[in-house]
């Protein structure tokens, strides 16, 4: 049988975009763990850590309309490398911060607002820049399957490794690493090989890019169904990661090693979702896959929300990052397939609003509940209301099944009035 999963490692730069990567994304991954940690040993606010995810992420809401039309407008080549080599003066100014043992919260969450707003930038630049990197396009889909692998890999092997930091050598070690692994990214880049690019003549200024943009999704009915789902998935249920130090720490009475064990199961089981998407054959229903892993997820939640066995919590978490996959991959995967090339990075600019710009606010949202109702409650309302959505792509997939089957008929009844 022939092996499709690693297709897309045929093209050269994508092989050095993914390893690059696959190392910095080690690090990221250490950086956020360690600033959940020390945050939550700070402040022992449950709030505070919703407000960590808030600044990280919010300006990506913000600022993505402008970094998805900066994407389409400019070289994304150039732009990657921009905004890797500013993310990593962010990962040194983190460093030096906690090296210095005089910092106040504020001044992380400032730094981690900072990112944010590269990160509005990076992500569309960085994911349109994909197409570009696969030689042979039929190998997109697994291009992308293979980053959410990547993205999945580094959250099982980071968490763990800043536990393991944390515990051993500090809250510095974390920070450092993570600014260290941003050569092997800058490296990789630097190395790729691209064509050279006509420069373009934009008749049209940012602003009404951006007006273009929302004008395209709007009139896309599809497009417009799955970001909607991905943004109230993004709302309501992935910000239970932001309450994970919680069970490490007051459920299960661990420390940071538990922390990070925790999430590189959640972080095993996406990567196994990853895998498993990404040796999918061309021509599988992947709206169909993505209401299946929804229902997964929310299963996985409900499970894991009132778990006190440690051994099945961790299996459940695992199950739950299983079907998290998929609301990051196949949507991406939809995103970038199915859009016109001149509209992808506006369209990755509006998926990243989804899925970053939805998680901060609900962040803000989770921690304000559970102080009110207690963690084990409100993770068990997240899973139900990612059943709920899981319902809603089953019933959106039935709608244009009859809707399919209306239109076939109503044509072979046309051809045949035709005929006779």
Same mark, same amino acid.
């Given at each position: 049988?022939?092996?499709?999963?690693?297709?897309?490692?045929?093209?050269?730069?994508?092989?050095?975009?993914?390893?690059?990567?696959?190392?910095?994304?080690?690090?990221?991954?250490?950086?956020?763990?360690?600033?959940?940690?020390?945050?939550?040993?700070?402040?022992?606010?449950?709030?505070?850590?919703?407000?960590?995810?808030? #600044?990280?992420?919010?300006?990506?809401?913000?600022?993505?309309?402008?970094?998805?039309?900066?994407?389409?407008?400019?070289?994304?080549?150039?732009?990657? =490398?921009?905004?890797?080599?500013?993310?990593?003066?962010?990962?040194? %100014?983190?460093?030096?911060?906690?090296?210095?043992?005089?910092?106040?919260?504020?001044?992380?969450?400032?730094?981690?607002?900072? =990112?944010?707003?590269?990160?509005?930038?990076?992500?569309?630049?960085?994911?349109?820049?994909?197409?570009?990197?696969?030689?042979?396009?039929?190998?997109?889909?697994? #291009?992308?399957?293979?980053?959410?692998?990547? $993205?999945?890999?580094?959250?099982?092997?980071?968490?763990?490794?800043?536990?393991?930091?944390?515990?051993?050598?500090?809250?510095?070690?974390?920070?450092?690493?993570?600014?260290?692994?941003?050569? !092997?990214?800058? #490296?990789?880049?630097?190395?790729?090989?691209?064509?050279?690019?006509?420069? +373009?003549?934009?008749?049209?200024?940012?602003?009404?890019?951006?007006?273009?943009?929302?004008?395209? %999704?709007?009139?896309?009915?599809?497009?417009?169904?799955?970001?909607?789902?991905?943004?109230?998935?993004?709302?309501?249920?992935?910000?239970?990661?932001?309450? &994970?130090?919680?069970?490490?720490?007051?459920?299960?009475?661990?420390? !940071?090693?538990?922390?990070?064990? &925790?999430?590189?199961?959640?972080?095993?089981? !996406?990567?196994?979702?990853?895998?498993?998407?990404?040796?999918?054959?061309?021509?599988?229903?992947?709206?169909?896959?993505?209401?299946?892993?929804?229902?997964?997820?929310?299963?996985?939640?409900?499970?894991?929300?009132?778990?006190?066995?440690?051994?099945? !919590?961790?299996?459940?978490?695992?199950?739950?990052?299983?079907?998290?996959?998929?609301?990051?991959?196949?949507?991406?995967?939809?995103?970038?397939?199915?859009?016109?090339? +001149?509209?992808?990075?506006?369209?990755?600019?509006?998926?990243?609003?989804?899925?970053?710009?939805?998680?901060?606010?609900?962040?803000?949202?989770?921690?304000? &509940?559970? +102080?009110?109702?207690?963690?084990?409650?409100?993770?068990?309302?997240?899973?139900?209301? #990612? =059943?709920? &959505?899981?319902?809603?792509?089953?019933?959106?997939?039935?709608?244009?099944?009859?809707?399919?089957?209306?239109?076939?008929?109503?044509?072979? $009844?046309?051809?045949?009035?035709?005929?006779?």
């Amino acid at each position: 049988m022939k092996i499709t999963t690693f297709n897309a490692f045929k093209s050269r730069n994508y092989r050095l975009y993914f390893i690059g990567q696959s190392i910095s994304l080690i690090g990221t991954w250490m950086q956020k763990t360690a600033v959940s940690w020390v945050i939550y040993s700070v402040t022992h606010s449950k709030f505070m850590l919703g407000l960590s995810l808030f #600044a990280s992420m919010f300006p990506s809401f913000v600022f993505s309309f402008i970094g998805g039309a900066t994407a389409d407008r400019y070289n994304r080549y150039r732009l990657l =490398l921009i905004t890797q080599v500013a993310s990593m003066v962010q990962a040194v %100014l983190l460093t030096l911060l906690i090296l210095s043992r005089h910092y106040a919260v504020w001044e992380i969450l400032a730094l981690s607002f900072v =990112l944010g707003v590269i990160n509005a930038f990076d992500v569309p630049a960085r994911q349109s820049l994909v197409n570009e990197l696969i030689e042979d396009k039929k190998y997109l889909g697994n #291009a992308l399957a293979l980053n959410s692998s990547m $993205v999945n890999l580094s959250r099982l092997i980071g968490p763990a490794l800043a536990g393991l930091i944390l515990e051993k050598f500090g809250d510095v070690f974390c920070f450092g690493s993570n600014a260290i692994s941003f050569i !092997a990214v800058i #490296a990789s880049v630097l190395m790729m090989r691209l064509p050279a690019q006509k420069k +373009q003549v934009h008749k049209k200024n940012i602003i009404q890019d951006i007006k273009d943009g929302w004008d395209y %999704l709007r009139n896309t009915k599809q497009l417009k169904f799955i970001i909607t789902m991905l943004g109230m998935m993004s709302l309501f249920v992935l910000p239970y990661t932001t309450l &994970i130090p919680v069970y490490a720490k007051d459920i299960f009475h661990g420390t !940071a090693s538990t922390f990070g064990i &925790i999430d590189s199961m959640i972080g095993l089981g !996406a990567f196994a979702g990853a895998i498993y998407l990404a040796s999918l054959k061309p021509g599988r229903n992947l709206r169909k896959i993505l209401a299946i892993n929804t229902l997964v997820f929310g299963v996985g939640l409900v499970l894991f929300s009132h778990m006190h066995n440690y051994i099945l !919590a961790l299996a459940c978490a695992a199950l739950a990052g299983f079907g998290m996959m998929s609301q990051i991959t196949i949507s991406n995967t939809l995103v970038q397939t199915t859009v016109d090339p +001149q509209m992808r990075g506006r369209m990755i600019s509006i998926y990243a609003m989804a899925f970053f710009g939805m998680q901060p606010l609900g962040g803000l949202l989770v921690g304000t &509940i559970s +102080q009110k109702i207690g963690v084990p409650d409100t993770v068990l309302a997240e899973g139900c209301i #990612a =059943l709920f &959505i899981g319902g809603l792509h089953l019933r959106f997939l039935k709608r244009n099944k009859m809707k399919t089957i209306q239109m076939n008929t109503q044509r072979n $009844v046309q051809a045949v009035e035709a005929a006779s």
